[in-house]
Nanobody, 126 residues
Framework: QVQLVESGGGLVQAGGSLRLSCAAS????????MGWFRQAPGKEREFVAA????????YYADSVKGRFTVSRDNAKITVYLQMNSLKPEDTAVYYC???????????????????WGQGTQVTVSS
């Protein structure tokens, strides 16, 4: 079992930036595949970004590609989501997730992950 705690959310104007952090509770985090998802009111949870255990492979939803960057620091057992050029449509609760084994094609689906954080709210005003 691993606990994940997100932080860094808040209110920002369109065009601004935020950096989300997700801290894990176990050192075995370094072997986990990590993902970020988001859920806006009235919508289903959607994939945002993912990163392999080494950080060597990253994946992004088309809607955030070029604006968001996912990274990790295994020494600090933390994964980050740098969000630039934010838009009102990025408003959502953002969740980090961990998979004990690489999810393969399921990396863009909630079912590909074993553990979830509680989420952090990101609100982008126009």
């Amino acid at each position: 079992q691993v606990q994940l705690v997100e932080s860094g959310g808040g209110l920002v104007q369109a065009g601004g930036s935020l950096r989300l952090s997700c801290a894990a509770s176990r050192r075995t985090f370094s072997s986990y595949y990590m993902g970020w998802f988001r859920q806006a009111p009235g919508k289903e949870r959607e994939f945002v970004a993912a990163i392999s255990w080494s950080g060597g492979n990253t994946y992004y939803a088309d809607s955030v590609k070029g604006r968001f960057t996912v990274s990790r620091d295994n020494a600090k057992i933390t994964v980050y989501l740098q969000m630039n050029s934010l838009k009102p449509e990025d408003t959502a609760v953002y969740y980090c997730a961990a998979a004990e084994t690489p999810p393969g094609s399921k990396r863009v689906r909630s079912q590909g992950y074993d553990y979830w954080g509680q989420g952090t709210q990101v609100t982008v005003s126009s």
